[in-house]
């Protein structure tokens, strides 16, 4: 029997150039040593207190707000294009791939094994060249475990990701959203907000 042949493939992984289209944002030196500190600090079992995981994520030079709670094995690939609002919480394992800045709002909580994904490929090119995006997660959003957010996206305020979902487009604020493609199934909050102390 002759051989199995296989088609030719368009694509041309050894063209591709990964200086183009990714900003690392620092040296490699400092890429090396913020690696020797995440394994240590944050990829590590042990549950480091929260101040030497804050102080090492400002040292590095990402913006972390009062009260932001990190459990233990939290990926952060550059943490100089992180932002953690206030009481913001990350769930164990989460992964964020953040080759564009990603914003964490506050009160807004990343549940576990979560992945942000702010990198990407162009499908479309023969040269796999990266298509990279930020990503927000607005204030009281939460993303539930084992969800995926995938660059250029945007999920609204007090948004609720159900587990396992997959997001790949803009998410409305006050909405509960599931599903692959992510989409609104619901709001929230099923009666409105009361009114402030003192309000009529």
């Known amino acids: ?5 296989t088609p030719a493939t368009r694509v041309r992984i050894d063209t591709f150039d990964a200086s183009k289209g990714l900003d690392r944002g620092r040296p490699g030196w400092v890429e090396a040593l913020w690696y020797l500190a995440k394994s240590v600090f944050f ?7 929260q101040f030497i995981k804050h102080g090492l994520l400002r040292a590095f030079g990402a913006r972390v707000g009062t009260g932001v709670n990190i459990k233990p094995r939290v990926n952060i690939h550059f943490p100089w294009k992180l932002e953690l609002g206030d009481w913001s919480w990350l769930g164990e394992e989460a992964f964020i791939l953040n080759f ?8 807004a909580c990343v549940s576990q094994r979560v992945f ?22 607005d204030d009281g959003a939460w993303i539930g475990a084992q969800a995926f957010v995938g660059p250029g996206v945007t999920v609204g ?3 609720v990701v159900t587990a396992g979902s997959i997001v ?22 099923p009666d409105p907000e009361p009114p402030a102390p003192g309000q009529p």
Do not use: Q
């Not at 990829?43 to 207190?49: E, F, I, K, T, Y």
């Not at 564009?100 to 009160?107: D, F, K, M, N």
């Not at 479309?124 to 927000?136: C, E, Y």
């Not at 790949?168 to 909050?189: A, E, F, H, Q, Y």
């Open 168 to 189: 790949t487009r803009n998410l409305p604020p006050g909405m509960v959203c599931s599903g692959n493609p992510c989409v609104p199934v619901k709001p929230r909050w």
């Open 43 to 49: 990829l590590s079992a042990l549950p480091w207190p």
């Open 157 to 159: 305020i007090d948004a």
């Open 1 to 5: 029997m002759p051989p199995e042949t």
């Open 116 to 137: 942000l994904c702010g990198g990407n490929h162009d499908y479309r090119r023969p040269d796999f060249a990266f298509r990279n995006g930020p990503i927000t997660i």
């Open 100 to 107: 564009e800045p990603v914003r964490i709002g506050r009160h």
